[in-house]
């Protein structure tokens, strides 16, 4: 365990809601309560959920732009949100990201090679003309040539700007890049190729990816290990054949029912009715009972413990236990 | 080959700030800040040629009688003291450009500074910052300004100081405005993300971004800082070395009803100069505010 690139430990992040003149709190909007999880050097993690879920929330913690309520974030063994100075740099420097709409995310006003250039030119001393020849090389990389060098960003398709947001990202040579819904603003056509390019990116730069998500069809195309997420609790992890194989928990299962498939049966599909509770106020026991076609009394009162299904798959749910005692016993 | 080119081509064309200046002039124009862009052009290649275009010099007493009225040689006529009025409304311009500009870019310094600061770091900063900038904004600029000069002695910094001071509020708040919602768009969050640096952050990617919002109301600015200028003068509040329109006005009004045109050239260029920025203030402030535009 000590390989791990990342490790998150007990995350919370609650975000305090405030009414009145003196900002009184009346209450916490939950976003992410006790996540635990690690992201090893050359994996692939993907963390899915529906909207609310605080998988954002978790990619802002660890881009340092919120400060987690409690909990660590261990980088190279050392807690990010405790670094100061040339370690913090360095953290910003290993640690990039890519977000979701490449065109809110460039700065309208600058032209490919200022989006480019700017993070390098805080961090590496170069000549003019060797930072041009740098970055015309990272956007060979990511698949465009030096036409693009001194096109703005409103110029450009939403794959190109895709392609130089993670050029940006690549261009300090991190080790760890956070793929904030990277494809969905995207044509599914340039989906996959911005898929195609990240993962040869990895395989290249070997690089690790935080790919957080709400669409289950890439997931499976590009991830190594799944984080499912609701309402701020993990539900099930493991490995990303495991949970495509045999998922555990039933809110994975109707997730996983919930992509598009041609070829199934009708009525095999399970359809979540509702909406996810309010974070202000969380259900107690099991986050997912109020919705859960199979919650039992149990569900309702007290939290699901871990149960290991594999070395690295888990599942938090009541219903495992008894299958998993029973499994056990016989 | 081409690849030089491009490089080449490249290089010539990366400039770091790009205001949208040069768009505005190139595309879409509209009349107003056509119109204004005229105006100020012809008022400040006339102030910049002032000695060539001149033939008396401006404050001299007695270049001709008394009271001339305008003729071939003296195109505006003559003063109660003889002067040629024509230099010195040539030369008043100058004294009013020069005035509104260095006034303001005291007011845009003061200004933006606490904007960004204020609309940056929030917190105790802003709400201190931002109560300051209240009470500034409160008291009467022109009054204001009246009493810094009467305080502090009647010379050419001390006004265009005087106007400065009063006139940065306004612009703190724009800016401060811009930053808080430019602050929260995903782009500046990106660049946090990369690690840059907050002065980074504030100068190259929010100001550059605020500046097309702040730009048409520094312009509305200097019109009033040449307004206030006049104004000043007008109350005999001036330094009596340099000419100004706002000073020839108040010695005009005395003898308004035998010598008229004392007061109407001054008045004239006076409005023509003020109606030429405002032209181009609301012209630009129409052109960047999409939903002000008529279709």
Not at chain 1, 144 to 173: N, T, W
Not at chain 2, 269 to 276: A, D, E, K, Q, T
């Amino acid at each position: 365990m000590n390989t791990a690139l990342l490790r998150i430990e007990d995350l919370k992040k609650y975000f305090p809601i405030r009414v009145g003149l003196f900002g009184k709190v009346v209450g916490y909007i939950k976003a992410v309560d006790g996540v635990s999880f690690n992201v090893d050097a050359g994996e692939v993690v993907s963390l899915v959920g529906e909207s609310g879920s605080g998988k954002t929330t978790i990619a802002r913690c660890l881009l340092l732009l919120e400060k987690p309520t409690s909990g660590k974030i261990l980088y190279d063994s050392e807690d990010i949100t405790q670094l100061r100075g040339e370690k913090l740099r360095n953290y910003r420097r290993s640690v990039q990201a890519v977000f979701q709409n490449p065109f809110l995310s460039l700065d309208p006003r600058m032209n490919v090679f200022q989006i480019i250039s700017e993070p390098v030119k805080n961090s590496m001393k170069l000549s003019r003309e060797e930072l041009l020849e740098y970055v015309s090389s990272l956007l060979e990389l990511v698949g465009l040539d030096k036409s693009f060098l001194d096109k703005y960003p409103h110029e450009l398709s939403g794959g190109q700007a895709q392609r130089v947001a993670i050029a940006r990202a690549i261009s300090l040579k991190p080790k760890l890049i956070i793929l904030d819904e990277p494809t969905s603003a995207l044509d599914v056509s340039v989906q996959a190729q911005i898929l195609n390019l990240l993962a040869d990116l990895k395989k290249e730069l070997s690089l690790s990816y935080l790919l957080i998500t709400h669409d289950l069809s890439i997931v499976k195309y590009i991830s190594d290990r799944i984080i499912i997420i609701y309402l701020g609790k993990i539900m099930e992890t493991g490995s990303s054949e495991e949970i495509f194989e045999n998922p555990l928990h039933p809110y994975t299962r109707i997730l996983f029912s919930s992509i598009p498939d041609p070829y199934r049966k009708f009525g095999e599909r399970v359809i979540l009715r509702g909406e996810p509770p309010s974070p202000v106020n969380p259900p107690p026991g099991c986050r997912f009972h109020t919705r859960c076609p199979y919650a039992i009394d149990i569900c309702r009162k007290q939290e699901p413990p871990e149960i290991k299904s594999s070395l690295i798959h888990k599942v938090y749910c009541w219903l495992h236990t008894e299958k998993h005692s029973s499994e056990t016993k016989t | 080959m081409k690849n030089e080119k491009i490089k080449k081509n490249f290089l010539l064309k990366s400039g770091y700030l790009q205001f949208p200046i040069k768009k505005i002039i190139l595309t879409q124009m509209n009349s107003r800040i056509f119109a204004g862009l005229i105006i100020i052009s012809i008022i400040t290649i006339m102030a910049i040629t002032a000695p060539f275009i001149t033939w008396h010099p401006p404050l001299k007493t007695l270049v001709g009688k008394p009271f001339t009225i305008p003729n071939n040689h003296y195109l505006f006529g003559t003063d109660d003291l003889g002067r040629d009025i024509y230099s010195n409304v040539i030369y008043g311009i100058r004294t009013s450009l020069i005035v509104g500009l260095s006034s303001v870019s005291i007011a845009v310094i003061i200004g933006t500074l606490i904007g960004v600061l204020a609309g940056y770091y929030r917190g105790i900063i802003e709400d201190f910052l931002m109560r300051i900038t209240d009470m500034t904004l409160i008291l009467p600029q022109f009054l204001l300004a009246l009493v810094i000069v009467a305080i502090f002695g009647q010379n050419f910094q001390n006004i265009i100081l005087a106007i400065g001071v009063v006139s940065w509020p306004g612009i703190a708040r724009m800016v401060r405005a811009e930053f808080l919602s430019i602050k929260e768009r995903p782009f500046i969050e990106a660049a946090k993300a990369i690690g840059l640096s907050d002065m980074k952050i504030i100068f190259s990617e929010i100001l550059p971004n605020a500046m097309p919002a702040v730009i048409p109301y520094i312009i509305l600015q200097i019109n009033a800082a040449i307004l206030i200028e006049a104004g000043l003068g007008f109350l005999g509040i001036a330094d009596p070395n340099v000419p100004s329109l706002g000073l020839m006005l108040n010695t005009a009004q005395q003898y308004l009803m035998n010598a008229w045109w004392m007061a109407v050239f001054p008045g004239l260029m006076l409005s023509i100069i003020v109606i030429g920025l405002n032209l181009l203030g609301d012209g630009l402030v129409e052109y960047l505010n999409p939903r002000l535009r008529k279709r």
